[in-house]
């Protein structure tokens, strides 16, 4: 599995991306999370807000940090 | 606007899975409503029961200054926090549809003018922060928005916001909070129609006009309860970040109202001088802040004399024109671009102080 978190490195991209890594070692899963900062990259996910997470290519979430409980869903 | 929504809500997004999600979801709504209706019956409240605080249990005189100014503090503190609550919340259900996404396929194939206007409409409920800056103005172009459409966005966004609004209309009235609203609106379309009519497309960075972005990302739908929770989190950060300035801010404004005498500010920040509006558009320029933060100095400088036009001309050159912001959106336009947009909003913002201070 692979996840993506994208943000330029603002508050909320960094808590989003502390959430994701918790849901993930909660989950026990073995996932790659990367994080994406170049502003080329996120837009060619058409993703034109931050933060945002990527699943296996999936668009979650766009523009808002999400919880744990909602990483989580997309988890299973 | 919700309340339409609240109805399609109803038959909509409720229907699937009605059996699973309808209690929960009734429930929710139930429970929303008996708080409103708390809300407003604590709200009638606030105002004897400061009287009664002050002039009553403390019997405090009402014509001294300390009695008005904690009779002040007592009634405006609960006041403007829960203002806050409810239009936090509310702009939370607002922001949960008007995502950034749905704003820029809303705004593209809109032409100019009346594009200007929704754009600087949509920049006061958009969810947006400053480090969204660069990525929102790449989806705006890419989706073949016009520049200066663009900019009424990019201007509105931070200039009229919601704890601005409820802000002034709490500790200074409706009339200016409408003054302020309509000015900040009226400069963003201004501004950015102006901006569009300059042809500064080749100052955007090339690299900016060579991306080939996909189509804006489609996000699952969210589910009632799930607007309802993103508009709960808003409140919690929100209200969370700003009730400190909130109270220090009043806390001044009491002090203020009852002992500074009125008229000490006038010289610097009067209607008379020509150059206070220049100079206040100048300090505020490098000063950040948001709006939280300045609208308690505003008070502060409006009991103190200063006046109207030149105040309302630095609080919006503190929100509108501030220096990270530039340099934030210097990724993506040159130099004479990022020049353009402070001479163009600088000159409005101008203009209004102007304005204000001939007519009031």
Known sequence: MKILVMGPGCPKCEQTEKTVRDAVAEAGIAADIEKVKDFQEIAKYGIFSTPAVVIDGEVKVVGRAPSKKDVLDWLK | ?360
């Not at chain 2, 029961?49 to 005189?61: H, I, K, R, T, V």
């Not at chain 2, 006041?79 to 705004?107: C, E, P, Q």
């Not at chain 2, 501030?322 to 990724?331: A, D």
């Open chain 2, 1 to 360: 606007m919700s309340e339409r929504n609240d109805i399609s809500c109803a038959c909509g997004a409720g229907a699937p899975k009605a059996d699973k999600n309808g209690a929960g979801l009734g429930r929710i709504l139930l429970l929303q409503v008996l708080a409103v209706a708390a809300w407003y019956v604590l709200y009638l409240q606030l105002l004897p029961f400061a009287n009664w605080f002050a002039y009553g249990l403390l019997g405090l005189d009402p014509a001294s200054h300390f009695g008005a100014a904690v009779q002040f503090f007592v009634y405006d503190t609960p006041k403007v926090l829960m203002l806050l609550l409810l239009v936090v919340y509310g702009v939370g259900i607002l922001r949960s549809f008007v995502t950034v996404n749905w704003t820029r396929s809303f705004l593209a194939g809109k032409r100019e003018s009346a594009g200007n206007v929704m754009a600087a409409l949509l920049g006061v409920v958009t969810p947006f922060c400053s480090c969204s800056a660069v990525p929102l103005f790449i989806g705006f172009m890419t989706a073949g928005i016009p520049l200066g459409v663009t900019f009424s966005f990019l201007i509105a966004a931070p200039m009229v916001n919601e704890i601005a609004l409820v802000l002034l209309y709490g500790l200074l009235g409706w009339k200016i909070a409408a003054l302020y609203f309509a000015t900040g609106i009226t400069i963003a379309v201004v501004a950015g129609w102006v901006m569009g009519r300059m042809r500064l497309e080749p100052y955007v960075e090339d690299w900016v006009r060579e991306i080939r972005a996909g189509e804006a990302a489609d996000e699952p739908r969210m589910t009632w309860k799930a607007r309802f929770a993103y508009a709960l989190d808003s409140v919690r950060d929100i209200v969370g970040r700003v009730w400190k300035f909130v109270v220090l801010g009043i806390a001044a404004g009491a002090a203020i109202h009852g002992y500074v005498p009125e008229g000490q500010l006038a010289v610097i920040m009067g209607g008379d001088a020509w150059w206070s509006v220049p100079l206040s558009v100048l300090l505020g320029i490098p000063m950040y802040t948001n709006a939280a933060g300045v609208i308690p100095v505003v008070e502060a400088l409006l009991g103190k004399g200063a006046a109207l036009g030149t105040t309302l001309a630095f609080m919006m050159s503190v929100i509108a024109l501030s220096f990270p912001e530039m340099v934030i959106l210097r990724k993506v336009l040159k130099p004479r671009l990022i020049a353009a947009f402070i001479l163009v909003v600088g000159c409005g913002i101008l203009l209004v102080g102007y304005l204000f201070n001939a007519v009031i």
